[in-house]
């Protein structure tokens, strides 16, 4: 059977989804991280593979794979896309391949008109256009110059609250933390996160988000702050957009989404307060089902510029 593959692809994990050349959904599936600026190309480029394959080969179909749309973090770097065009290009050699960053995937979701898209995630970012269709992004360059609220940021502000302060909660938190990584004291966290930040400090986030949704104050202050941070995100971005005076559309998604209700409803707190202009609104489609139809968009024009 023909069909197209849609890629998202960041920190927290890779999606595929098979769409056939009708339109319709065959198979989809859920891999490992692929963004390639934090685990490098070679387990990238496995995670691809691993994704592709498990959403191929979750059915007895046999597939002709026509052409492929690949939203992946860390793609922003014209070197970085080539190089996942060239690993795509050999995967799928007789399909059309487009790679672009895995956050317009998300901007392409929205409704028609201005729209921002606020990505938290391992790491963080915001998209938008403005009124005359132009695009702009803020953030989403690494923990050494951004990702401000994200999974990593969260981590590492949880460690350091803990050890800062001596007190009931905090020690909750610490024994929570700690099997995480199979340590049983700081200095071994120290090593750990010192020879792979992000081993370590992602892998946080959920203990916090837990920890804060039963009450820690620790916990809960860390994901106001982050809440905080997330939405200047927003507001620098709407200001380079033009927005702050007018109604736009605003969605939030990414890996820390829905995994807390603390969390989520801090950040839409300070969205509100930061953005009054803003239409606060769920993603309709999700970003692997759209790079699926952009590259069933693909399949067509090729199509029709063939003589």
């Known amino acids: 059977m023909k069909c197209v593959l849609g890629l998202d692809g960041g920190g927290t994990k890779t999606e595929c989804v098979v769409l056939s050349e009708a339109g319709a959904i065959i198979a989809r599936a859920t891999g490992p991280p692929s963004n390639p600026t934090r685990i ?18 979750s059915t007895r179909i046999t597939f002709d794979v026509l052409a492929l749309c690949a939203g992946l973090a ?6 970085n ?24 995937l998300a901007l392409a979701a929205m409704p028609p008109g201005p729209a921002i898209v606020l990505i938290a995630g391992t ?49 909750e938190l610490i024994r929570q933390m700690f099997p995480q990584f199979d ?9 750990k996160s010192a020879a792979n930040p992000d081993s370590v400090y992602p892998r946080i986030f959920p203990v916090v988000a837990a920890a804060a949704d039963a009450g820690n104050t620790v916990a809960r202050s860390v994901l106001n702050a982050a809440a905080e941070k997330l939405a200047a995100i927003s507001q620098r971005l709407a200001e380079s957009l033009n927005l ?8 939030k998604t990414g890996g820390t989404i829905g995994r807390s209700r603390f ?45």
């Open 244 to 251: 702050l005076q007018h109604p736009f559309h605003l969605a």
């Open 74 to 79: 860390g793609t922003g770097l014209p070197g």
């Open 81 to 104: 896309r080539d190089q996942m065009q060239q690993f795509l290009a050999q995967r799928f050699p007789d399909a059309v391949i487009d790679v672009r960053m895995d956050m317009e």
């Open 40 to 57: 490098g190309f070679p387990a990238a480029f496995a995670a691809i593979q691993e994704t592709c394959e498990s959403a191929i080969n």
């Open 123 to 171: 790491g963080s970012a915001a998209i938008g256009r403005n009124i005359t269709g132009s695009i702009q992004r803020e953030g989403g360059f690494g923990p050494a110059t951004s990702d401000e609220g994200s999974a990593f940021d969260i981590g590492r502000s949880a460690i350091a609250a803990a050890r800062a302060d001596a007190n009931e909660d905090s020690g």
């Open 183 to 191: 340590v049983l004291n700081w200095s071994e966290v120290d090593l």
């Open 263 to 307: 969390f989520d409803r801090a950040i839409e707190r300070e969205l509100r307060s930061k953005l009054p202009n803003a239409i606060l609104c769920p993603l309709q489609v999700q970003p692997a089902e759209i790079a699926a139809w952009l590259a069933l968009q693909l399949l067509t024009n090729r199509a029709g510029a063939t003589p």
